[in-house]
């Protein structure tokens, strides 16, 4: 039995196998033709056209009524497949080579539409290889039906056992399965198109029944894509719908869906609302602007009040250090810079340590800065009563009021005991006030503990406003009340502006406005407390002596 024969029986029974399968093409019968192209360029593209549109005298005309080409089957010559292969292109016509399998036939840019049914095998190769080395021969010839082959000087390392076991049913030669392989593609390729086309057409389908009555299209709308759901039009078939897009943080990953759904608490919805995201972990970092900003601002600062602290020690033995009690002065300065400095443990990624000191160095610094400016306010007021000697002299020779500072403190520190004790600080993450990310902050734990430490410290910035109010109709050579007065005003002020941005900001705004609190409120008892005596030292020198002190002793 010849080759072309076995190919034609192959095909013939895959074509009515096909044709009894009432799942595969239903109510479509496959038909066929063969034809021999002769081993001839021109006589190849003359049968082609003639199979195609059943003349080959007038191009561009398709003389077939009853039947459609839908496929071409090409034999085992690559030859005939490449000649034919443009020809075919030009016809939007797919060619199936069932011959065996050729890596040039292979290139989809010069053959688009050729599709090839062979196994990729190097298996007849190999075992010339190996029937070489067993044999022990030097040269090897084999003719084909198609080409010929001579391999010399093969690897030495062959073996027998590359020789694979037969993959293919043994009532079936090599040849024979690939056009079975062949006629199968072709008939699910087009059953898949028939379906395709047949859901186009009908979601646009209307048409009059036989009773006389129209019947709508199936289908008025088009599909919702991902990212959409369909919303159904009022008043309108269940068929008619507008596609709405799903809300913030909803997705759809197909289409014609009716509802959305949520990204799970830690992912968010891409641009698309098709696909849920992982959301990124931020905090205030260092490298950040804003925490590279605040950092810097608290560092200057804080070198800013060790110059100032310089400068007074320097001075200590001036009229304008010595009159204001200089070791309150000393003592206002270094918290003052452990102010700046406590504000650095907002910025970074928060941890259990960090969170627990933030308020709770917070707290005791500033507690230590406000009892030195009660005490500094106490100090002027009992320095200009003082009319006789007596026992509010031997008040302020014993530096009883330097005494607030460690009262006032342990109060501060009993607060924040109970507060660690009870509820502490810990960490914790946001999840809604950034889109796409995830921000670690610190929580407080007990609101209640929070707010007993801010309360405590405005009480003391309200006693020493009043009292250093009280002390400002005072004479004002040497007397810094009314700079204690204007100090007391600025930290209030900033606090009481903290409270409700506080409550109406999220995530890294709120760390930030946390910070920003701090440095405003240490650099306005800075500037306020100090400015003007560092003016005096370093501008007015002339004022900074026994002098000016005179002409006002009387009032003392």
Known sequence: MTTNYQSVLA???????????PHLLPNISLGYEFHNFLP?????????LLLYTGQDETPNFDCREASKCVALLTGTSWVTATQIGPLLELYLLPQLSFGSFDPLLSDNGQFPSLYQTAPKDASLALAMVSLMLHFGWTNFQCSLSDSDCALENCTPNASLAWLPANRFDVAMSDGSYNIYNAVYAVAHALQEMLLQQLRHFLKN??????????????VCSESCHPGFRKAPQEGKAACCFDCAPCPENEITNDTDRAQCVKCPEYQYANAQGNRCLHKSVTFLAYED?????????????????VGVLGLIVKHRDTPIVKANNRSLSYTLLVSLAFCFLCSLLFIGRPNTATCVLQWTTFGAVFTVAISTVLAKTITVIVAFKITVP????HLLVSGAPNCMIPICSLIQLTLCGIWMGTSPPFIDTDAHSEHGHIIVVCNKGSLTAFYCVLGYLGSLALGSFTVAFLARNLPDTFNEAKYLTFSML????????FLPVYHSTQGKAMVAMEVFSILASSAGLLGCIFAPKCYIILFR???NSLQKVKPHSGKI
Not at 11 to 21: H, K, L, P, T, V
Not at 390 to 393: A, D, I, L
Not at 490 to 497: D, E, G, L
């Open 11 to 21: 095909s013939i029974f895959a074509i009515e196998e096909i044709n009894r399968d």
């Open 40 to 48: 001839s360029h021109w006589r190849i593209l003359e049968s082609f």
């Open 490 to 497: 600025v930290f209030c002020s900033v606090w009481v502006t």
């Open 289 to 305: 602007l804003l925490g590279k900003a605040l950092t810097a601002t608290a560092l200057s600062f804080t070198v800013l009040t």
């Open 541 to 543: 020198p002339d004022r």
């Open 390 to 393: 007596g026992r509010s002299r």
């Open 205 to 218: 389908i209307h048409f009059h029944n036989p009773v006389g009555d129209q019947t709508p299209r199936s």
